[in-house]
């Protein structure tokens, strides 16, 4: 799972990075086409005790990598028009962190702080670079539609038409719910708009128990968080870290609030593989049948599919072991088709 971090200028994106990654990437320097890439770990009790239990060679948690990108939606954006589409390229989600804080010491751009307005301004910006592609493609496509010579052309056309009012209207591509084969014609442009948006409220310390007050901005409901207050956290020893969130009565982290919040975005299940070289947790979308599930491990697991062996974890853990689960009729055989839920520990039979 690829998201990619956007939002105007100082309102802590490459904070928020450092939080989410533990990573140590200079902040300020807005306006400046810089470009943050990291990866962080999706924490997962079930395999950390199925670990406990096999002694792996090797532990694997689900992984989300985190593109922190140029501004959008403020007037360093325009520098940066190259930078953004490149390196959201491939984004699966975009977050857009949204200030709500104030700090003399970082004035905002637009001199004064207003969340609401910073949210609008960052979806129409998406919106207004999406126009420019399907503008350019357009007007390529007008004079090969006019000979009349290729169907799809006439398709693409017709579609890119569509986008193009939604666009004038002020919705974004994704309101379109376009069907499958349509989504695959639009796949190469990119469209900024049409991927699914979380929306991160950045506050300051001492507004963290106002944050029933952003539970919905703009028709969103944001995550909200301190994003300094977190990169804080992230740069301690793990030992450490339960005092500091229990000292400012958090619950979790941020990386925990914004993983579970992106998997319910991007409506993810993650299902599970043991063995004593590894165990590891693989991130699906809901709905994936089993066979599909299989090529996510690996494609010839996919191409020779039989069956696959399949528990849940409750039902493993209670058991004890693989072999007194299928004593206890506990782990079964599932076909292709089989939907795989979340939690499900995954054996695949294959033959290539």
């Known amino acids: 799972m690829k998201i990619g971090i956007i939002g105007p200028a100082a309102a802590g994106k490459t904070t928020l990075f450092n939080a989410l990654t533990g990573g140590a990437a200079s902040t300020g320097g807005y306006g400046v086409a810089r470009v943050n890439v990291g990866a962080a770990h999706v924490a997962d009790s079930r395999v950390d005790a199925l670990s406990g239990v096999f002694r792996p060679k090797k532990t694997t948690h689900a992984a989300v990598d985190f593109v922190d990108a140029p501004g959008v939606g403020d007037a360093g954006a325009a520098r940066n028009a190259e930078a953004i589409p490149q390196a ?10 949204i200030r709500a804080f104030e700090d003399a010491g970082v004035p905002h751009p637009k001199e004064s702080v207003d969340p609401a307005r910073d949210l609008a301004d960052v979806r129409f910006d998406l919106m207004l670079r999406d126009l420019a592609v399907v503008e350019r493609r357009m007007e390529r496509l007008e004079r090969l539609v006019q000979l009349k010579k290729d169907p799809a052309e006439a398709a693409e056309f017709a579609l890119l038409g569509r986008i193009r009012e939604t666009l004038e209207d002020s919705r974004p591509v994704r309101s379109l719910n376009l069907g499958e084969e349509e989504t695959r014609m ?12 979380l929306v991160v409220v950045n506050v300051g310390e001492d507004q963290l128990g106002e944050a029933g007050a952003f539970a919905k901005l703009n028709g969103e409901t944001p995550v909200v968080l301190a994003a300094k207050l977190e990169e804080e956290l992230a740069q301690l020893p793990e030992a450490e ?3 500091f969130l229990a000292d400012y009565a958090l619950e979790s982290s941020a990386l925990d609030k914004v993983v579970r919040a992106s998997f ?6 993650c299902f599970l593989t043991v063995s004593e070289e590894e165990v590891r947790a693989w991130p699906v979308r809901a709905g994936t049948v089993a066979l599909h599930a299989a090529g996510t491990i690996h494609s010839d697991l996919e191409r020779g599919f039989i069956r696959a062996e399949v528990i849940s974890f409750p039902d493993f853990m209670a058991a004890g072991s693989l072999s007194a689960a299928r004593d206890k009729g506990t782990l079964r055989l599932e076909g292709k088709e089989y939907v795989v839920k979340d939690g499900d520990i995954f054996h695949v039979r294959f033959n290539v």
């Open 241 to 243: 870290r339960a005092e």
């Open 264 to 269: 319910d975005l991007l409506d993810l299940r």
């Open 186 to 197: 639009i796949k190469g442009f990119g469209f900024l708009s049409a991927k699914p948006l």
């Open 88 to 97: 959201l390229e491939g984004a699966d989600a975009l977050l857009v962190v």
